[in-house]
């Protein structure tokens, strides 16, 4: 009974040393599942302060690009607006142009026009003068005659005189 007892002891001391390694090796096993859980832990919180701040990072850039999307379609609204700018202005300055060449061309015309007239009235001038000359000369004349007639006149009536006088 002794020896069944010791054995039983024996066995039961076994089992409580195979235990406690048993014990001491989940332990060990259990410190080191401790440590990898807080580095899983610590991995966890990094991953999620570097999600949140990635989300941050793509909420900044969805704005940026909103912007960027906002401001291309406003330049694309101007560049459509200097587009039609430009071609109104084009259309203006052509007529503007046109105008011009129009002008000008009337503008050589009354120069022609004025260069004719003015030769025109020169020659006008030359023959006013001519013929200021020639009335001139002809009311000379004319005075000239008219003395003449004044003076055969004259003498006819003294003619006419000494004649009736020689008559009587």
Do not use: P
């Amino acid at each position: 009974l002794r020896k069944k007892h010791n054995d039983t002891v024996a066995d039961m001391t076994e089992s409580v040393e195979n235990l406690q390694r048993a014990k001491t090796k989940l332990e060990k096993e259990k410190n080191s599942l401790r440590v990898e859980v807080d580095d899983l832990a610590s991995n966890v919180e990094q991953v999620t302060k570097q999600k949140v701040q990635a989300e941050k990072m793509n909420k900044q850039l969805e704005d940026q690009y909103a912007d960027a999307n906002q401001r291309l379609e406003e330049n694309a609204r101007v560049a459509q607006e200097l587009g039609s700018l430009k071609t109104r202005l084009t259309a203006e300055n052509n007529d503007l142009q046109r105008q011009l060449e129009e002008s000008e061309g009337v503008a050589n015309q009354l120069s022609r026009t004025k260069s004719m007239l003015t030769q025109q009235m020169e020659e006008v001038k030359r023959q006013l003068e001519e013929e200021t000359k020639g009335k001139n000369g002809l009311a000379h004349q004319l005075r000239a005659t008219q003395s003449d007639c004044d003076a055969l006149r004259e003498s006819l009536e003294e003619e006419q005189e000494a004649k009736s006088e020689i008559q009587r």
